[in-house]
């Protein structure tokens, strides 16, 4: 056994280091790349203020105080405890009809409905009863709000001198909760786990699909299928269906062991949460031929992962909701596959919705699996020209 010598490990080191330095695109990669992921991430992070929007439909009358004390509002003074809460709570007074149409549509996180006898109800009781109806699909806003609504309750009750001295202690708060999406069995889990089917499909569809187109240019197939007469879309295509094949095994295990193995809690149908899986696979497959034809080897393929998947699930509303992300940051985040997988696996396992509500969605992953195909072509015809 030859002694150790550092003259070879530096010949070799040497050699190491000339062979990646001389490949301009990896080089370029390896200090692109974490500068762009790294740019986004730091963005996203200084840009997170939860921003939480109640509706208040106020319809209290107030009751009069005793002691001669004048008719004091509950509801306004709560609405004003509200307000002055916190920062990243938005307050406002609504109707019922823009109240359930502002929550059918995302725009309000919770409304809280104060009947017309709240304050009297709330004098004779000695206990202030709250009845609530969360949007249900954002867990972190459910659990800030109810901290919210307690502080300023008791804001709200220690201002009324009346009832807080004839009560032997401080007047009880109740929460009354109700869900319109979701419900409160719902755990972290579930509502992270539409988010975690999108991101392992979209990740090792796009892994495997790449390697494996590069293994078929350097090993001289693509070559000799462009020798024959078979056209580039159909080559493409061709690939498309064979790694879709496999995409598809995957998204069935995925989705099987999410619903089985983990007992996640969902809402809608299992079929259609597949139907989006599958889009997703087929845009992921082209995705991955795409970004193959600029990678020379596998270790470039590794270097496109920071950069094409690491970026997209930051900007997919998979932990920071893209409505919350600064306004310039948001017409990005839209040019992403994976955020209309994630919104519209999000509507279908947690509020329960059917194809005719997540088609926008379907028709933009349809729309980039369509456009990768033409430029996956494009790109192996100028590979074929040079």
Do not use: C
């Not at 709000?145 to 009750?157: D, I, K, Y």
């Not at 001295?165 to 972290?188: C, I, K, M, N, W």
Request: no cysteine.
């Amino acid at each position: 056994m030859n002694a150790m010598s550092l003259r070879r490990m530096v010949t070799l080191a040497r050699r190491v280091i000339l062979q990646l330095a001389a490949d301009r695109r990896t080089v370029a990669l390896i200090l692109i790349a974490p500068l762009v992921v790294l740019t986004v991430a730091g963005v996203l992070v200084r840009a997170d203020t939860t921003q939480v929007t109640i509706g208040i439909v106020l319809q209290d009358e107030g009751t009069s105080m005793p002691l001669g004390l004048g008719t004091v509002n509950l509801g306004e003074r709560l609405v004003d405890s509200l307000s002055g809460v916190s920062d990243t709570l938005h307050v406002k007074k609504v109707t019922a009809e823009e109240a359930e149409a502002g929550i059918k549509a995302g725009d309000l996180d919770a409304v809280v409905t104060l009947p017309a006898d709240f304050s009297k109800q709330t004098a004779d009781k000695r206990e202030l009863n709250i009845p609530v109806e969360y949007e249900g699909s954002n867990p972190m806003a459910a659990r800030l709000m109810e901290g919210m609504f307690t502080r300023a309750a008791v804001q709200t009750l220690a201002s009324l001198s009346a009832i807080a001295t004839s009560a032997t202690g401080a007047p009880p708060v109740h929460l009354q909760a109700t869900y319109r999406y979701g419900s409160a069995e719902f755990d972290s889990l579930d509502y992270i786990a539409p988010v975690f089917i999108g991101l392992f499909v979209f990740l090792f569809v796009f892994i495997l699909t790449s390697v494996a187109f590069l293994r078929e240019r350097t090993a001289g197939t693509l070559e000799r299928l462009q020798a024959t007469p078979i056209s580039r879309i159909e080559i493409v295509l061709g690939y498309m269906l064979g790694f879709t094949l496999f995409a598809l095994v995957q998204a069935v295990i995925i989705l099987a062991f999410t619903i089985f193995g983990l007992k996640v809690h969902y809402m809608g149908s299992l079929l259609l949460v597949f139907v989006v899986e599958i889009l997703l696979a087929v845009m992921a497959v082209n995705l991955g031929i795409f970004f193959s034809t600029f990678a020379r080897n596998e270790f470039q393929v590794v270097q496109f992962i920071p950069l094409v998947v690491v970026t997209q699930i930051l900007l997919s509303g998979a932990f920071w909701a893209i409505e919350d992300m600064p306004s310039w940051l948001q017409p990005l985040a839209w040019l992403m596959p994976l955020s209309y997988a994630n919104q519209a696996l999000r509507d279908v396992m947690i509020k329960g919705f059917t194809l005719v509500d997540i088609l926008p969605h379907l028709i933009a992953l349809a729309v980039f699996a369509a456009l990768f195909v033409v430029l996956s072509a494009q790109t192996i015809r100028r590979q074929a020209q040079g």
